[in-house]
């Protein structure tokens, strides 16, 4: 018998005498919970394991009896926080502490590398548990639906990012970083992180949990120049203000935007509503007024230079001359009809070219269907839902970008998967979520995925890696030293 097998083996006894996780620690027991003042305390499971999913559970652990099971398809928790937060934001992820409390309640149990849809339907978790909330973010990225775009040289943002912050699907994308100008198809918080993370000095990101392979591949990159190219105006820019300031003063680098796209903004800026209106303020500011003259120096020694362009709407990638990868991008110009965020682009019938060999689509994520019982709507990626309550289906909710939308940052996930618990807690309270009939939970699914052969991992499995990934990422100076290969995570658990 392999280790791997006879560790499967233990683990598989565990299960079925329904011990999953360490006496000593006694948490998450599945079968053997402990139950309080009633006899049908609610069983509740959640499917992904990003904020949507640990603050919908952190919420719902406040009804005193509630038990809570986190499933999630990686072998390791915290979903966007981990593979899309980018690695020079640490103050960002510091939210995994406050999950990592969650997952350390006696009722709420994380079971990963469990795929909702493949491994275990949803069917068969609804007669598990009482109630299931969806959780499972916007995984799948939004196709440019030019030609060309499947061409060597173009990456999306979700492939580009998740191969820098170590996603272990991503793990052997390998982009090519040889040509020298960079252009980036959005303008959009997720677009500055890359350009960042491109033209940043490399002394930086060493200090970041980036991997290994990304720092090494960017430390041989020739890109000097990006372009980050939107359909709409300034007005219409996606970025936040943060984002766009850490930009401007990214050291080594310098703004080339054109002035002329800035033109006449001063005085339309008074009228925008705030947060419009202070960005708008920093744009017009970066682009208009002459630098002061300390920082005349540091831009005169910049050796790279990013910049946004307006009005320009990708029609077709190029090819290059031996027909085997992209050039460039060819885009039609642009004017707007209508005024504002409703503003849409319309073609002037006027085209331009730039020359690139890295092309980036960062036009947004997508949710998919999971399953067949799951009402989806394809046209807006979402569950329709009201509450969170999914429309029609009674036990089932949403919560997090799979409810809502890919859009918004971690405070909004928090906010509306609160909702969804709340809204979850009052159909217990109201009798609308009938407890009457007990429930199996975690140990009726448990055994179906022991007869199917998976490996389920626990939060102290998670632990385990975890401490692995730290003590690796102090040899080199970074806060940790992310394992991109699951095969090798489930590996270290296993010893
Ligand atoms: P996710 O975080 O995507 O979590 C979904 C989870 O479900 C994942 O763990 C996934 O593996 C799991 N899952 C998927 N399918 C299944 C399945 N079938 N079965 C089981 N599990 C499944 N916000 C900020 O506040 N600050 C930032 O700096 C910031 N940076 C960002 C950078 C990027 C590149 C992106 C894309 C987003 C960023 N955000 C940031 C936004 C933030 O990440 C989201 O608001 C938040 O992650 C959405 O949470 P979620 O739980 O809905 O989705």
Known sequence: MTPRCSWMWRRARCMLLGRSRSAATG??????????????????????????GFYTAQHLLKHTQAVVDIYEKLPVPFGLVRFGVAPDHPEVKNVINTFTQTAHSERCCFIGNVTVGRDVTVEELRKAYDAIVLSYGAEDKRELEIPGEELPGVYS??????????LPDNRHLSPDLGSETAVILGQGNVALDIARILL???ELLKKTDIT????EAISHSRVKRVWLIGRRGPLQVAFTIKELREMIHLPGTRPINDPSDFYGLGDIVKDLPRPRKRLTELLVKSALEKPKERDCSHLAQSDR?????????????LLSEDGKRAAGVRLSVTRLEG??????????????????????????????????????????????NSMGR??????????????????GVITTTMADS?????????????????????????SAIRELLLLRGIQTVSFSDWEKIDAVEVARGAEVGKPREKISDSEEMMRLICR
Not at 31 to 52: D, Q
Not at 212 to 215: F, N
Not at 356 to 372: D, E, F, M, Q, R
């Open 27 to 52: 948490r998450c027991l599945g079968a053997e919970r402990t139950l309080t003042s009633t006899s049908h305390p609610p069983k509740i499971c959640i499917v992904g394991s990003g904020p949507a």
């Open 157 to 166: 943002a979700r492939d580009f990012v998740g191969w820098y912050n170590g």
């Open 200 to 202: 940043s000095p490399l």
């Open 212 to 215: 290994q392979s990304a720092l």
């Open 305 to 317: 230079e990013w910049g946004l362009r307006f009005f320009r709407k990708p029609v077709a990638v």
């Open 339 to 384: 005024v504002g965020d409703t503003a849409v682009a319309v073609p002037t019938g006027q085209v331009e070219e730039i020359r690139c060999g890295l092309i980036l689509s960062s036009i947004g994520y997508k949710s998919v269907p999971i399953s067949p019982v799951v009402p989806f709507r394809p046209n807006k990626g979402v569950i329709p």
């Open 390 to 407: 999914v429309q029609g289906t009674p036990g089932l909710y949403c919560s997090g970008w799979v409810k809502r939308g890919p859009t």
């Open 418 to 442: 609160f909702d969804t618990a709340q809204a979850l807690l009052e159909d217990i309270k109201s009798g609308a979520l009938p407890l009457s009939e007990p429930r199996p939970g975690s």
